[in-house]
């Protein structure tokens, strides 16, 4: 309910409304754009690109779901759009460029956590595909069918793609764990 009212007032040009939107998905936003692109400054950059290309055509927009549902497929999409134009200019992601990151206390403490990095490595394994599918599983708690539909796939492939990623993040993390234990009993000999 605050959403449609937020949205609401943005359209009649409320600026402290479109801060209130922005400041309460942020961190979902840039949480899955992260995943999806595995560098922070392309991920903040693809976030303030939503953000913005929402304000500019709020007068046309109808909420007739979930706004943060409507967010996370926009943040999908153009994540989806830079990595593709990357791939088209044979530049690879670099992950040590977050490093320089302009981001705000919060969100660098939350993306340089130990878990979320281990998880992020785990994701950029993924093919695209399945990254996608996973993170607007999990981040966006879309359903398959949502997710199917907002990717132009079949609900069968949606749930394919999420089940070989959960496969393939279980067995890269089994990996880790049997490493790491090996690494353990080593120096105990």
Same mark, same amino acid.
Do not use: W
């Given at each position: 309910?605050?959403?449609?009212? =937020?949205? =609401?007032?943005?359209?009649?040009?409320?600026?402290?409304?479109?801060?209130?939107?922005?400041?309460?998905?942020? $961190?979902?936003?840039?949480?899955?754009?992260?995943?999806?692109?595995?560098?922070?400054?392309?991920?903040?950059?693809?976030?303030?690109?939503?953000?913005?290309?929402?304000?500019?055509?709020?007068?046309?927009?109808?909420?007739?779901?979930?706004?943060?549902?409507?967010?996370?497929?926009?943040?999908?999409?153009?994540?989806?759009?830079?990595?593709?134009?990357?791939?088209?200019?044979?530049?690879?992601?670099?992950?040590?460029?977050?490093?320089?990151?302009?981001?705000?206390?919060?969100?660098? =403490?939350?993306?340089?956590?130990?878990?979320?990095?281990?998880?992020?490595?785990?994701?950029?394994?993924?093919?695209?595909?399945?990254?996608?599918?996973?993170? =607007?599983?999990?981040?966006?708690?879309? $359903?398959?069918?949502?997710?199917?539909?907002?990717?132009?796939?079949?609900?069968?492939?949606?749930?394919?793609?999420?089940?070989?990623?959960?496969?393939?993040?279980?067995?890269?993390?089994?990996?880790?764990?049997?490493?790491?234990?090996?690494?353990?009993?080593?120096?105990?000999?």
């Amino acid at each position: 309910m605050e959403d449609k009212l =937020l949205v =609401l007032r943005c359209q009649r040009g409320s600026r402290e409304a479109l801060a209130r939107i922005y400041a309460k998905y942020k $961190t979902d936003l840039l949480v899955l754009a992260m995943a999806l692109l595995n560098d922070a400054g392309i991920a903040e950059d693809v976030v303030h690109d939503v953000i913005l290309s929402f304000a500019r055509g709020i007068e046309r927009f109808r909420p007739t779901g979930s706004l943060r549902s409507y967010l996370l497929t926009c943040t999908a999409n153009r994540a989806r759009n830079v990595n593709k134009a990357k791939h088209r200019q044979g530049v690879e992601f670099d992950p040590a460029v977050s490093e320089d990151s302009h981001l705000d206390e919060p969100s660098k =403490l939350m993306i340089c956590n130990e878990q979320l990095k281990q998880l992020s490595d785990a994701l950029a394994q993924l093919p695209y595909d399945q990254r996608e599918v996973i993170m =607007l599983h999990f981040q966006a708690a879309m $359903t398959f069918k949502t997710i199917a539909k907002s990717l132009a796939i079949s609900v069968n492939t949606a749930k394919s793609r999420y089940r070989y990623g959960i496969e393939k993040l279980r067995n890269l993390f089994e990996n880790e764990v049997n490493n790491e234990t090996g690494r353990k009993n080593q120096r105990a000999d």
